[in-house]
Every structure is written in C-alpha cells, then in structure tokens.
C-alpha cells in the first residue's frame, strides 16, 4: 500500500513539476517544434486548393515590365482584365503612398469602385510620431474608399523567427479602430457574409508550399495569355513571388512567400480547419491525467509493459 501511495505521489509531483513548466511558458519551444512544426513535416500534402489562385510578381513579370514598383494604371488594367470572374481579388501590394503619376490613381481607383469586390492591404508600423507606438498604415483615400474591404498584410512571428500564428484582428493605441487580417477579409467577401466566426487567435493550418496553388505570372495574365475564364468563382490574391521585393517569412515548411500564407490562411478560413490552440487549463488537467494513467500503467503492468506503455 505504501508502495502504491508514493508511485501516486511521484506521479503528481513530477506532473505538478511540468505543469509549472507549461503555464511559465517555459516548454513553449519544445512543444512548438514538436507539437506544431513536426506534425506538418509528417502530414500528407493536398494536392492542390482549386479556388484560390494567385498572381504573382514573379521574375518573369519583373523582366517583362521592369522593375518594382510599377504604374498602378498596370493595376486597373488587370482588374478590367479579369472583370466579374473572380468573386474577390486581394492586392498584397501595399498602396500607402500616391502615385508618381497622379493620373494613374485616378484610373485604378475609378477601377477599384466599379469591381466592388477589392481587397486593399493595411500595414501595421512603428508610428513615426511616437517610435514606441504602433499605427496602421492605410491605402491612399482613393484607393480606400473605393475598396470592398481593408485587411491587415503584417506577419507576427515567435521568437525563433517563425510564423504559426495571426491574431484575427490588430488595434492600435493611437486609433479606436479594429482592422482585421487580410485572409479574413478575402474569405468574407468570398463566403458573401458580413462577419465570421472565428477565435481571436489562430494557428495556420499549413496544407504544403506553392505547389498546392495555381500560381500565374502577373505579365502572362495582363497579356491575355491566360483567359479570364480561368478565374472564374475564385479568390485571387496579386502579390510578389520574387525573391528581391523580400516579401517572404520562415514557416515551419521553410521559407515561405507572403501571398503563399495569405492563401493558406484563406484556405484554413474557408474550410474551417485552422488550427485553434487550447487553454492552458485544460492543457494542465491534460498533464495530471496523463500522470494518474502512467501510474495506474506502473502500478498494474509488469516492468517491461510498464516501459513500452509509457513510451
């Protein structure tokens, strides 16, 4: 009975031990790589998400029109181009600042309104009045106004410099707006609903790299190379695939383009499959559980049971 009563004892306390461990976060690396990053290295890949398709500025585009940034008349001209096909089209471009060509801004505003189904990106920065403040970043008035929606283009990263997860939404301290992120916006306007239903923070679901997407070169599709039609009822997402304009962030799949995540985002949202972590009480009540059974396994196995079971 003794013997019972202090294999019971040890198991709460070295489950007491990890407990403390997990709720001072200090297991957070162990159980992101092993608990996270792993289980997509071991997972099945899609073969391909048919309804999210984007258009990339890629090195090809680059060579074709020339160099980064282009005239935004470029811009109008795709929307026109690609007219009621798509049911959204986000533009991962940010457009804080006007024109060079001020008659440009003019056409692909005049572009954005009629389409009435854009997506313009909002950036998250240090404000430049007060350094220690964060403030968001809006497309020009024309662009803005005009625009289906807003959503925030920022990537937050955990301190080993990886993407898992996004807060749904971002405020700031300076403004009493609530901005939410770019792939909510995109899947809203897709789904046609006003709002959805989905948990402050979420951790992407992570389906596989480019290959998973209908990627198209920016110049292939403004060129009438690819028709229209190809678009058809889908979410397009117009974003920069070269590695110069460094739009790109390390994911648990490796390195990782921004438009690439904002699809897989997308794809989570619509699908409902993203990853949504626990609470840290039901995860300590996980711990206790599991050491009440590793000392039911010892109490009642013979030895070398008691290892392979707890294993």
Not at 39 to 55: D, E, Q, R, W, Y
Not at 226 to 254: H, M, N
Not at 296 to 311: A, D, G, S
């Amino acid at each position: 009975m003794a013997r019972n009563l202090k294999g019971l004892i040890t198991s709460l306390i070295v489950a007491s031990v990890i407990g403390l461990f997990y709720f001072l976060e200090m297991l957070t690396p162990l159980e992101l790589s092993l608990g996270y990053d792993y289980t997509f290295l071991l997972k099945k890949k899609v073969s391909s998400i048919p309804n999210i398709k984007i258009i990339g500025i890629d090195p090809k585009s680059l060579e074709k029109v020339g160099s980064f940034p282009w005239r935004r008349d470029l811009y109008a001209d795709l929307i026109k181009y690609l007219g009621n096909n798509p049911k959204v089209i986000g533009f991962d471009i940010l457009l804080s600042e006007s024109s060079l060509y001020p008659e440009d801004d003019i056409v692909l505003s005049k572009e954005i309104k009629k389409s009435k189904k854009i997506v313009l990106p909002v950036s998250l920065e240090n404000d430049p009045e007060n350094n220690s403040k964060l403030a968001f970043f809006f497309p020009i008035p024309e662009f803005s106004n005009n625009s289906k929606a807003l959503g925030i283009v920022n990537f937050t990263t955990d301190d080993d410099g990886i993407v898992r997860k996004t807060k749904v939404f971002q405020e700031t301290e300076t403004t009493n707006k609530r901005i939410n992120i770019f792939s909510y916006e995109l899947a809203k306007v897709y789904l046609d609903k006003e709002n959805l239903n989905l948990p402050e923070t979420i951790y992407c679901n992570f389906q596989g790299q480019n290959e998973i997407f209908s990627i198209y070169p920016f110049y292939d599709v403004i060129s009438g190379k690819v028709p229209p039609e190809t678009f058809k009822d889908s979410v397009v997402i117009v974003g920069a695939l070269a590695e110069g304009l460094q739009d790109r962030l390390s994911s648990p799949l490796g390195t990782m383009e921004g438009v690439v995540y904002h699809a897989q985002l997308v794809s989570n949202i619509l699908k409902n499959d993203y990853i949504v972590p626990t609470s840290k009480s039901l995860n300590i009540m996980f711990i206790f559980i599991v050491a009440i059974c590793s000392y039911l396994i010892w109490k009642y196995l013979e030895t070398i049971n008691q290892v392979i079971t707890i294993i």
